[in-house]
């Protein structure tokens, strides 16, 4: 197996945020950032690349472009040896041991999955730029088989969508791809007239509860005003092809289901065997200070 030196002796697993962000900051000294792509994805942006609001290259940022005196691996960690100070990268090139004095570990989070019958398999994840092109290119098809389809019930099916999670990412998603719809249904003369339904469902009592009551009121008052239907303080029951059914029993026929239910630590962290506890935590702020930042 091929070894090398983190440059600058500081190994950075992850490139979003984070990771990005470390590597830039330390300037000249340099640093090796391991990551399976070689942008940063601006996550904010990722409703407005959903509805094509803006072209997907607008929401990245390319590593070499924002960390110009960091070296890029392309690839993903497979095993960390914190006494020796290695790790094992897997790459396109074949598998390479890099050595660290200093090892950041910015992984980012993955989806919050919940044990819901059908979800793994008919719910839509929307966490990157390829979930995010990947749905609006469903709402694009639903379309065309609401216009395909035969029967009314058929059509109101297919124009239902359902987001799970009224968070930042749910209700700009929902906003974005209503407009997205609103905007194309001028090209399908059939469905002028069947009604669009978007509903969004939280456990929460309240929409957008990462903001101050106030505007998660307002934005709930906007959404309702455009026809938005609003469940709070409900959970998603089960899932299937055809449709969704919330806590309590009610049943929405639909072919679209979105799941933005928050998200978790990334699962590699532990595969990795690495400890989660304040011992074996990289202090950033210090490793910055200690490179003169």
């Known amino acids: 197996m ?70 890029l691996l392309l690839g993903h960690a497979t095993a960390v040896d914190l006494e020796a100070r290695t790790v094992q990268i897997q790459t396109e090139v074949g598998d390479q041991t890099v050595r660290w004095q200093e090892l950041v570990i910015t992984l980012g989070a993955v989806p919050r999955v919940a044990p819901v019958p059908g979800l793994t398999e008919h719910g839509l994840s929307f966490k990157s730029l390829a979930d995010a092109i990947n749905l609006r290119n469903h709402v694009l098809r639903e379309l065309e088989a609401a216009n395909a389809a035969l029967h009314d019930e058929e059509r109101k099916r297919r124009l239902t969508f359902v987001f799970v999670g009224a968070g930042y990412a749910g209700v700009e998603a929902l906003a974005e791809l209503a407009d997205l719809v609103e905007d194309a249904i001028r090209f399908y003369p059939g469905l002028r007239d069947v009604p669009r339904r978007w509903v969004l469902v939280d456990a929460a009592p309240k929409i ?26 409900t959970t998603l029951d089960s899932v299937t092809a055809a449709d969704v059914t919330l806590a309590g029993g009610t049943r929405i026929p639909t072919g679209t289901l979105v799941w933005t239910a928050g998200v978790t630590a990334n699962p590699l962290v532990r595969a990795l065997g690495l400890p989660l506890d304040e011992r074996n935590r990289v202090e950033v702020d210090e490793l910055l200070r200690v490179r003169g930042h």
């Not at 697993?13 to 399976?36: C, D, K, N, Q, W």
């Not at 990462?210 to 303080?233: C, D, F, K, N, Q």
């Open 208 to 233: 957008l509860p990462e903001i101050p009551s106030r505007l998660g009121e307002y934005a709930a008052r906007e959404l309702t005003e455009r026809g938005v239907e609003i469940h709070v303080g």
């Open 2 to 71: 091929d070894e090398r030196e983190a440059r600058g002796g500081v190994l950075v697993l992850g490139g979003g945020f984070a990771g990005a962000y470390v590597a830039r900051l330390l300037g000249e000294r340099g640093a090796t950032i391991v990551s399976p792509e070689n942008f940063m994805l601006y996550t904010p942006l990722l409703p407005e690349a959903a509805s094509g609001t803006l072209e997907p290259r607008h929401t990245v940022v390319p590593l070499r472009v924002m960390c110009p005196h960091a070296e």
